[in-house]
Every structure is written in structure tokens, then in C-alpha cells.
């Protein structure tokens, strides 16, 4: 694991009406880390990342690619650079099969109009099996009828598809049983081992405990520290979450 | 391997588990149900009167089921994103009648003119102003409904009224008719034994089957149906997508509109009226889910044949026309029922 973070958020702030969602937090991921984004409901973990992926922009603050500063401006500037992210309510297209799902938006053509279903076909199962995804029969299932890990199997190899150098999961388990859980997280553990930046957000810290390296805990918009997993232990993640200490008073706008 | 004929995914019947063979037997039948009602059809009616096999009236039904057909294309792009136009029918006839008034030079009805008068500004002109009359409506709606995000079903409930009153205006609530050869000949005229609007209906059948099947623009039309929060955080232009498919619709109001009128050597301008039941009726009988995101364009061929097979051999058998009507509208509920039993069956 290298020192150097791959992507470094400073200070960044984001306010929804009267609501600071963000207020100047510090974020760093880097290569072949997973790092944990954890907090309460209503913390800001989502706002943080869709500013990363330019889903919105932040108010204030910068963002640091491989070390030299980035503006982020739609997710198609966040996913050149390489940042993926696999959404809390799973991007996938109940009606259409694997492959399509995995290359949406960004097909590959045979010139000059036709779609190439079988260069498509033969890369969904490569990017399948190089993340040892073998629940999925067929790369030509509909996604409707795959199961709750299954699905966020595709979505995941979605987002590693394409060179990604950075990949955000948001909840990637709550919605999945024991078993499914396993899946997915010995997933998160692979991707980290190629060498892949994984930001994970979760509620379950057990889960977190077994495959974060770093958690980063928010409260109240407010980066309240970054723990090193094997230093700590639940129950000061748990404190810092309920009770860390603050910088800045919240609801009162920062000039 | 790979099944490039089937990019929306329906091979999936070859490879799944064991446990949801039941489930495709559903769904098989559910996809081929649409064939063997047309099929039942057809032997019941020839059975009950040989001639309605005849060459003769086979092409007399495929004459009758072009013009929906035409607009059933359209509408089934516009159905596979979820949405719906109820416009079809007044767009189709404001295209024709201002085709019409385009090749006649004038907005009144002058039958006096013989059908050889050449004082309008051609034919090509004509169909080029009744496509662009339908481009345009559609492209309005379609905006409409994705920029101010007001429901289709609304914007086009609105294109219904607004579109049929922008052609009574036109016309003065008369026709336009008397053309000359070349106009007429789009809708009577014939390539050996098949009618040309047939050769028009079935040859824009199979170019919209290439785009949704094989080209990257259809495969988009399906994610947006099936999820459109999926295709626009995949990075798709959702709104530009959802805009294209009211515009195809209206490329196929305006071409059905100009070929109507070529056919009855007239634009009437109460043209098209109820064709929005027949056609979303094509359409979803044909399998294309209200839902949005499944359905094909060759079921929607199946959809009107099968649509002009029940109203031609009513009509051979002399079945009362309100009766007519009456089965349509049976026949609708029950491919809808159907449509939805076998949907609930699947995702189980
Ligand atoms: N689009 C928005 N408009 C207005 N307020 C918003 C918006 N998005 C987030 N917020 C507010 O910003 C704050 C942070 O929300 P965020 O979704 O980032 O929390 P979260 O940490 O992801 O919570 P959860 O664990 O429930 O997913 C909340 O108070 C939320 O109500
Ligand atoms: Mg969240």
C-alpha cells in the first residue's frame, strides 16, 4: 500500500438551504487502501461522495488527484479520471442482461452503427472472473432475476470495468444476507489487493473492522477523525461517531 | 455463445438454473402468445369463409393496417421509455391535411381542380412538410414532458385536442382533396401485387427493428425504460432520449398522415380520429410492456395484423360493427392481464 493518497478532498464544504451538510472535511483514499466512510444517518457521507463524483459540486474546498488539483465537474470528468461509483440504490437496468448493463453508456461499437454484443460479451466475463465472481451463470441473465448480492456483484465489476483507479461503494451491503455480505466483502478485499483506492460507507462496523484499513468518521458534516482499524476498536469508532468532538459549532454558516 | 441477435437479453431461457424452467415456460408462452392468438384467428376465419385467405384479401388487410401500423412503430418507441402519446391520430391528420394544402397550393377545398392540376408545389414538398408537421409536434411534446417534466400521458391528452383543432383551422373544418397521380400513388398505387403503403409499413418495420435491436441508440431506449436513474447515472442524456422518441413518433404521424391522404385521394380533417386506441393497442398486444423497457417492434407487427385480421374477418362475417368495436376492446384487456400475470409470475 502506497503512502501517498490517490484522492485527497480539503476542506470541503456544501450547504443544502440552511442545511450544511459539509463543513470544511478532510478526506483522503489511498492506492490499494480500503478506507471506511462511516457516521450517522444524515452525517453527510453521501454528500461527500457525490461531490467527489460530480454529482454536484462542493461549495468550497479541493479535490487532489495522484497529487495535482482537479475540478470535477459531471460524473463523466470524475469517471476520466478514474473515480467509479456504485450508488446506495444500485444503478442497474432491471430489463436489460449482464452485459449491457455493464457497458450502459458506454457500449462498444462495430463500426460503423452496430453494436459489438460479442467483444462486450467476452469482456463482461473476463472482468467477472478476474474478480472471482462466480455466482453468475450466464452474462446474458436479465438482471431482474439475480439476487440482491448478485446484482451488486455487477455493479461493482461495472465500476472496475473501465481502469478505475478509485472505487466508492456506498452501502454496497445493506440490503444483503450473511452469505451475500461475504460475498460482496471479500469482493471490496480483492479489489483493494489489485492495487484499487476502495472508499466503502457502512453502518455495520463489524463488516468495516474486517476489510477497512483506515475509517474515516463524520458527525454532524464534520470530519471528526480518521482511525487506523488495527489501532481501534468498535467501541471508540462508536464514540466518535455519537460524541466526537466538533470543530466547528454546527448550524452556524462559516465565513 | 454470444446471441447477437438478442441484445435485450431473451436468451436467457438457454441458461438458467433449473429452478426457474417453470417461470420460462410463462414467460415463452407469454412471448409467443401474440403469434398463436394470429394464428387461431386465421383459421377460425378461414374456416368460416375461404375468400378471406385470398390474395386479394390479404393485401386488402395489410392495406388497412399499414397506416396504424406505421404510427404503432413510432408508438412503440415511445412506450418502451414508458411513456404514451395520445396525439397520433390529430398529428396525423394536421401533417396530411397540411401536406395537402402543400400540394395543392391552397387551404380550400378545390375538387374542381381535375386530379392532373399541378398549380401546388409538388409531392416531394408535400411529404417533406408533413414529416416535418410531425417532427415538430413531437419534438414540442417531447420537451414538454422532459424539461417541465408534465406526464405524457397529459402533454399528449393536450397534443389530442390542440392538434386536431390547429387542423379544423387549417382547412376550415373542410377536406383537401383531388391530387394528382403522383400523390395518389403513395396510398393506391402498387410494386407487382403489394400495395405500396404495405411496402412503406413493413420496410420502416425492419429499419426501427435494426435501431432497437442492433444500435447503441436502441439499447439506450431500453435503459430508459427499464431505469431511468440507472441510465442517467450510467451517463446517458435521459431527457434527449426520452425528446428522440416523440419525434420518431411524429416522423411516423406525418408519414402516416401524407400516406392517408394519398390512399383516399383526400385529407379529411377528422383524419386519424381514435387511431390512439387501435395503435397502443397494437402495440401492447404485440408484448411491448406499458411499463416501459421490453417489447419489440416485430410484436408490434404482430400486434396490428393481428388487430386487422379480427377486424377484417368481423367485417367478412358481417358481425355488427359495434360488436367490432366491443372485441377490440376485449382483446386489449386481456393482452394487458396477460402482460401483467406473466410480469408478477417473474419476479418471484
Ligand atoms: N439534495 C439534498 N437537498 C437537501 N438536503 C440534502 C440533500 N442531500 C442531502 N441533504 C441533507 O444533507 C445532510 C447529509 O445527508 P447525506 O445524505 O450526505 O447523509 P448520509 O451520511 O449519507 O446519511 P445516510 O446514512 O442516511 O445515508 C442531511 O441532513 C440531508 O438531509
Ligand atoms: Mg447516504
Known amino acids: 500500500m502506497s503512502e501517498q493518497p490517490i484522492l485527497e478532498?480539503?476542506?470541503?464544504?456544501?450547504?443544502?438551504?440552511?442545511?450544511?451538510?459539509?463543513i470544511e472535511v478532510d478526506f483522503e483514499v489511498r492506492p490499494g487502501e480500503v478506507m471506511a466512510l462511516?457516521?450517522?444517518?444524515?452525517?453527510?457521507?453521501?454528500t461527500l461522495i457525490k461531490g467527489i463524483a460530480g454529482i454536484y459540486a462542493f461549495d468550497k474546498g479541493e479535490i487532489y488527484f495522484e497529487g495535482k488539483r482537479v475540478h470535477i465537474h459531471g460524473p463523466r470528468d470524475a469517471a476520466a479520471l478514474g473515480i467509479e461509483v456504485v450508488y446506495q440504490d444500485l444503478a442497474l437496468a432491471d430489463n436489460l442482461?449482464?452485459?449491457?448493463?455493464?457497458?450502459?453508456?458506454?457500449e462498444l461499437v462495430q463500426a460503423p452503427w452496430r453494436l459489438d454484443e460479442a467483444a462486450m460479451e467476452r469482456a463482461t466475463v473476463e472482468t467477472l472472473d478476474s474478480l472471482a465472481v462466480t455466482t453468475i451463470q450466464s452474462a446474458r441473465q436479465i438482471v431482474a432475476g439475480l439476487s440482491g448480492g448478485q446484482?451488486?456483484?455487477?455493479?461493482?465489476?461495472?465500476?472496475?470495468?473501465?481502469?478505475?483507479?478509485v472505487v466508492i461503494l456506498d452501502e454496497p451491503t445493506a440490503a444483503l444476507g450473511v452469505a451475500q455480505t461475504r460475498q460482496?466483502?471479500?469482493?471490496?478485499?480483492?479489489?483493494?489487493?489489485?492495487?484499487?483506492?476502495?472508499?466503502?460507507?457502512s453502518h455495520n462496523l463489524h463488516d468495516i473492522f474486517e476489510v477497512a484499513h483506515r475509517i474515516t468518521v463524520l458527525r454532524l458534516g464534520q470530519n471528526v477523525g480518521t482511525y487506523v482499524t488495527a489501532e481501534s476498536d468498535q467501541q471508540e469508532i462508536v464514540h466518535a461517531i455519537t460524541a466526537g468532538e466538533l470543530q466547528f459549532v454546527p448550524g452556524m454558516a462559516q465565513e | 455463445m454470444t446471441d447477437i441477435q438478442n441484445p435485450s437479453g431473451e436468451k436467457r431461457k438457454h441458461d438458467e438454473p433449473f429452478a426457474e424452467r417453470e417461470t420460462n415456460y410463462i414467460d415463452l408462452l407469454g412471448r409467443f402468445a401474440p403469434v398463436i392468438f394470429l394464428l387461431v384467428l386465421i383459421v377460425i376465419f378461414y374456416a368460416l369463409n375461404p375468400r378471406f385467405l385470398s390474395q386479394r384479401n390479404i393485401f386488402n388487410v395489410l392495406r388497412q393496417v399499414s397506416i396504424t401500423g406505421l404510427l404503432a412503430i413510432g408508438m412503440t418507441f415511445v412506450i418502451l421509455t414508458a411513456g404514451i402519446d395520445l396525439s397520433v391520430g390529430s398529428l396525423l391528420a394536421f401533417s396530411g391535411i397540411v401536406a395537402a394544402g402543400v400540394a395543392k397550393g391552397?387551404?380550400?377545398?378545390?375538387?374542381?381542380l381535375g386530379t392532373t392540376e399541378e398549380s401546388g408545389y409538388g409531392v416531394l414538398a408535400a411529404i417533406l412538410a408533413a414529416i416535418t408537421i410531425g417532427m415538430l409536434g413531437g419534438l414540442v411534446q417531447g420537451a414538454a414532458t422532459t424539461k417541465f417534466k408534465i406526464p405524457p400521458f397529459v402533454v399528449t391528452l393536450g397534443g389530442l385536442s390542440a392538434f386536431r383543432g390547429a387542423t379544423l383551422l387549417f382547412s376550415n373544418g373542410g377536406p383537401i382533396s383531388g391530387f394528382n397521380d403522383a400523390f395518389t400513388e403513395w396510398g393506391q398505387g402498387e410494386i407487382g401485387p403489394v400495395p405500396i403503403p404495405v411496402i412503406i409499413f413493413l420496410g420502416f418495420a425492419v429499419v426501427a427493428h435494426i435501431v432497437l435491436r442492433y444500435t447503441q441508440y436502441g439499447r439506450h431506449v431500453y435503459a430508459v425504460g427499464g431505469n431511468p436513474e440507472a441510465a442517467r447515472l450510467s451517463g446517458l442524456n435521459v431527457g434527449l432520449i426520452t425528446t428522440s422518441v416523440y419525434v420518431i413518433q411524429g416522423f411516423f404521424a406525418g408519414l402516416g398522415g401524407f400516406v392517408l391522404a394519398a390512399r383516399l385521394n383526400s385529407a379529411e380533417a377528422v383524419a386519424g380520429t381514435g387511431f390512439e386506441l387501435t395503435v397502443i393497442a397494437s402495440v401492447v398486444i404485440g408484448g411491448t410492456s406499458l411499463f416501459g423497457g421490453e417489447g419489440s417492434v416485430l410484436g408490434t407487427v404482430i400486434g396490428s395484423l393481428l388487430i386487422g385480421v379480427l377486424i377484417n374477418g368481423l367485417v367478412l362475417n358481417n358481425v355488427n360493427p359495434y360488436v367490432q368495436q366491443?372485441?377490440?376492446g376485449i382483446v386489449i384487456v386481456i393482452a394487458v392481464a396477460f402482460d401483467t400475470f406473466v410480469k408478477s409470475r417473474r419476479s418471484i
Not at chain 1, 478532498?9 to 459539509?22: D, E, H, P, T, W
Open chain 2, 326 to 328: 366491443v372485441s377490440i
Open chain 1, 184 to 201: 460482496v466483502l471479500d469482493l471490496v478485499t480483492r479489489l483493494a489487493d489489485t492495487g484499487l483506492a476502495v472508499v466503502i460507507i
Open chain 1, 151 to 165: 446484482r451488486q456483484a455487477i455493479a461493482v465489476a461495472k465500476a472496475v470495468m473501465w481502469n478505475s483507479k
Open chain 1, 9 to 22: 478532498i480539503k476542506k470541503a464544504s456544501k450547504s443544502f438551504g440552511a442545511v450544511q451538510a459539509l
Open chain 2, 106 to 112: 391552397t387551404r380550400t377545398n378545390t375538387l374542381s
Open chain 1, 97 to 106: 442482461d449482464v452485459v449491457a448493463n455493464m457497458f450502459l453508456g458506454r
Open chain 1, 38 to 46: 462511516v457516521g450517522d444517518n444524515g452525517a453527510g457521507k453521501s
